[in-house]
Structure formats: C-alpha cells, structure tokens
C-alpha cells in the first residue's frame, strides 16, 4: 500500500524553480513530521527541510533562504518551493513522514536535473 506519492521533479535551468509535492494518507499525514531528503548520485541521503504539524520547520544549511516547506491538512499534502536552483541541487528528492512508534515512511522519490 502506497502511503507517499512524490511529484513535481523535473529538469531546470539554474536559477529556475520548481514546486515539489507529496500527497499522503490522512492517518500519516496527521500526526506525522513530514520532511523532505535528497540524494545525488554518489552521495548520502541528506535532510534538506521538515515541518512538523503544527507548522514549526526547519531548514539545512544549503535549503535557508531558497526552499520553502509547507503542508496543507485539507489535502493532506506537504510542498517543497526550491527557487534559485543551483546545479549542485540535482538529486532524486524522496518524501518522508515520521510518526511517534511507527517505521518511517519513504515515497518512491522524484528526480530534480537542475542544469542547463
């Protein structure tokens, strides 16, 4: 059963923009800190932002200033805004939802080519 569902990825320029999205159960997405991670090709997967759900988040070094995470409860939906994209920004975007006692949740992952 699908609990994640990314998308929104694709291919842009630097300095481009792109609007990620992640559509959850509602169960999940109720009582869950939804985050967003990253990882590029070689690399580890790193946090790039997290809300909790009550609205508090938090940004890494390389997302503050840039990226935007929001979630909206009536479509059980959390958004990542990413503006100024920078090449060193590609990767494959993944989903995330974390719940007190439960295994966390991980979406399929969406592709972002940030290149010209």
């Known amino acids: 059963q699908v609990q994640l569902v990314e998308s929104g990825g694709g291919l842009v320029q630097p300095g481009g923009s792109l609007r990620l999205s992640c559509a959850a159960s509602g169960s999940i997405f109720r009582s869950s800190i939804m985050a967003w991670y990253r990882q590029a090709p070689g690399k580890q997967r790193e946090l790039v932002a997290s809300?909790?759900?009550?609205?508090?988040?938090n940004y890494s070094n390389s997302a503050k200033g840039r990226f935007t995470i929001s979630r909206d409860a009536t479509k059980n939906t959390m958004y990542l805004q990413m503006i100024s994209l920078k090449p060193e920004d590609t990767a494959v975007y993944y989903c995330?939802?974390?719940?007190?006692?439960?295994?966390?949740?991980w979406g399929q992952g969406t592709q972002v080519t940030v290149s010209s």
């Open positions: 809300i909790t759900p009550n609205g508090r988040t």
């Open positions: 995330n939802a974390a719940r007190l006692l439960y295994k966390d949740e």
